[in-house]
Every structure is written in structure tokens, then in C-alpha cells.
């Protein structure tokens, strides 16, 4: 699996502090504008438009990409226990930060 991530996307954050990437098999590809190879990829699932609106994006190993940060946390819970509890107030992403 693969999750789409930007460095200061607070629901990106949030994820990465919920759960053990690793020990799920995810790996994380961070959209920068200098890892032209994560960008590529994106390209290749057909993602940059998702991206454009919102992040994280996790893509499933079947090639399916969840889009919504509810949809990644419950396929992820679903998984493996949370580290710590989801937080109540996951706001943040108004400045167009959680998205490429």
C-alpha cells in the first residue's frame, strides 16, 4: 500500500501518529516538488486530481485509492489497533494545506 502524503498536511500527521505505517506495509510517498518520482506515481494511479483537492490518498494494494480521511482511518482501524485516540477536533486543512 501506498499513502500519498504532504509534509504539512495536518490530516497526513494524523494518520502517521495513529498508526504504525510500517508494520501495516505502507509506504509513504511524499509529494514535494522536488520527488519527482511520487509525483509520477500519483500520475500513474490517476490521482493527481484527487490530490489537487485533498491528502492523504492511500492506495490499496489491489490498485483502489481511498480519497477520504474517515475512509483511511476506518480501512486502516479495521487493520490494527490505533496507537492513541483519533482526536476530536481535526481541523487545519482550511488553507489548502491538505492538498497538492
Request: charged share 30%; glycine share 6%; proline share 3%.
Amino acid at each position: 500500500m501506498i499513502l500519498f502524503t504532504k509534509e504539512d498536511c495536518r490530516l497526513c500527521q494524523t494518520i502517521k501518529h495513529l498508526f504504525d505505517l510500517e508494520a501495516l506495509g505502507i509506504r509513504e510517498e511524499k509529494l514535494t516538488g522536488d520527488n519527482a518520482e511520487a509525483l509520477a506515481e500519483l500520475a500513474w494511479y490517476g490521482l493527481v486530481e484527487a490530490a489537487q483537492k485533498r491528502l492523504p490518498i492511500l492506495v490499496l494494494d489491489d490498485g483502489k485509492a481511498l480519497t477520504a480521511f474517515e475512509d483511511i482511518i476506518t480501512y486502516l482501524a479495521a487493520k490494527t489497533p490505533l496507537r492513541s485516540s483519533t482526536p476530536a477536533h481535526l481541523d487545519g486543512c482550511e488553507d489548502g494545506a491538505c492538498r497538492l
